[in-house]
């Protein structure tokens, strides 16, 4: 099982920028498919961003261009850099891992069985 403890959500204007953190322990984030969802009240929980075990990266079209995953092995952390936020980028971000070795890695909720607690972003205009 991994761990996942997520940070750095926070309250911003509209066209700021915030990066969030995922401290994972359990394994090594670089042999993991991780992603980052959110959920905003009265929607279902959506994928945002996504990266696979050598480093690749796929995004929603909502914020691609906006949004940048990464990780960093030394500190077992996953990454989220959000540049230009608008309000509709307002939810509850949540970390998810699968450590399966075996899934597809994308970003449909039924890959990973394993969550953070969420870190909360509000984006005011």
């Known amino acids: 099982e991994v761990q996942l403890v997520e940070s750095g959500g926070g309250s911003v204007q509209a066209g700021g920028s915030l990066r969030l953190s995922c401290a994972a322990s359990g394994y090594t984030v670089s042999t993991l498919c991780m992603a980052w969802f959110r959920q905003a009240p009265g929607k279902k929980r959506e994928g945002v961003a996504r990266?696979?075990?050598?480093?690749?990266?796929r995004y929603a079209d909502s914020v691609s261009g906006r949004f940048t995953i990464s990780k960093d092995s030394a500190q077992n952390i996953l990454y989220l850099q959000m540049n230009s936020l608008t309000p509709e980028d307002t939810a509850m971000y949540y970390c998810?891992?699968?450590?399966?070795?075996?899934?597809?890695?994308?970003?449909?909720?039924?890959?990973?069985?394993?969550w953070g607690q969420g870190t909360q972003v509000t984006v005011s205009s």
């Open positions: 990266i696979d075990r050598n480093g690749g990266a």
């Open positions: 998810a891992a699968d450590p399966s070795g075996y899934g597809l890695c994308n970003l449909s909720i039924t890959e990973y069985n394993n």
